[in-house]
């Protein structure tokens, strides 16, 4: 297993425009998570998926971004008619259920809003 | 305020210091991570603690419940050793995710 993978790994789109990005975490983990970085902050939480079922919603997350998970495997995060405070690193991390599992954490995909 | 702090926020050493890292944390918890970041953005995982101390190669991590502190050191620091080492709590309340509430980080530089 490569472990968790996320695409792309940077994104510069123009104000107004729709992103995707897609995340692929360990396989047979069941939870997967979302999570916004901005420069000399710490990551922030967006939203988590046990399976496919989206159990939790950050107020970060505006109605703007919706993430899905369709088949308990791989997830995307879609903002549409992104802003100049969209830009940020958007982390993936997945894990098992359970206290004591570890959380491994992707590369995060860099997002640009200009 | 977070609820999460760490200190200092910024460190500059020469390579074979002994490096200390603090964290400290306002809510109950029942564990709390200690991540590396690195300047690509990818994060590993470290330790999750929730008592005493754990050691793996030159790091060091323990954590105080009752004065709701985690330390985290690096005995023999190398350059390698350079990244952003985050703190991250996990409430007693529990919540999202996990409820992980991190730290701001703490960007270390080793200096050869």
């Known amino acids: 297993d490569t472990g968790v993978s996320q695409n792309p790994r940077h994104k510069i789109t123009k104000r107004g425009q729709n992103v995707t990005f897609r995340c692929d975490p360990i396989s047979e983990h069941n939870r997967l998570y979302w999570y916004r970085q901005t420069l000399g902050q710490g990551p922030e939480f967006l939203t988590y998926?046990?399976?496919?079922?989206?159990?939790?919603k950050s107020r970060l997350l505006s109605d703007r971004f919706s993430a899905e998970r369709p088949k308990g495997s791989f997830s995307t995060l879609e903002i549409q008619r992104t802003e100049q405070g969209d830009s940020a690193m958007y982390l993936c991390?997945?894990?098992?259920?359970?206290?004591?599992?570890?959380?491994?954490f992707g590369e995060g995909s860099w997002l640009t809003v200009v | 305020k977070n609820e999460v702090e760490q200190s200092p926020q910024n460190l500059t050493a020469q390579e074979g210091e002994f490096i200390t890292i603090n964290c400290s944390y306002s809510?109950?918890?029942?564990?709390l991570h200690w991540l590396q970041q690195h300047p690509g953005g990818g994060i590993v995982s470290l330790f999750m603690?929730?008592?005493g101390k754990k050691k793996h190669g030159r790091l060091i991590a323990t954590i105080n419940i009752q004065e709701k502190h985690s330390s985290l050191h690096i005995t023999a620091s190398h350059p390698r050793d350079s990244a952003v080492y985050i703190c991250?709590?996990?409430?007693?309340?529990?919540?999202?995710?996990?409820?992980?509430?991190f730290g701001k980080g703490t960007h270390l530089i080793i200096q050869p």
């Open positions: 998926f046990q399976n496919e079922a989206q159990l939790e």
């Open positions: 603690l929730s008592s």
């Open positions: 809510v109950g918890i029942s564990a």
């Open positions: 991250a709590a996990l409430p007693l309340s529990g919540g999202g995710a996990d409820g992980l509430t």
């Open positions: 991390a997945s894990s098992f259920t359970g206290f004591g599992n570890t959380i491994y």
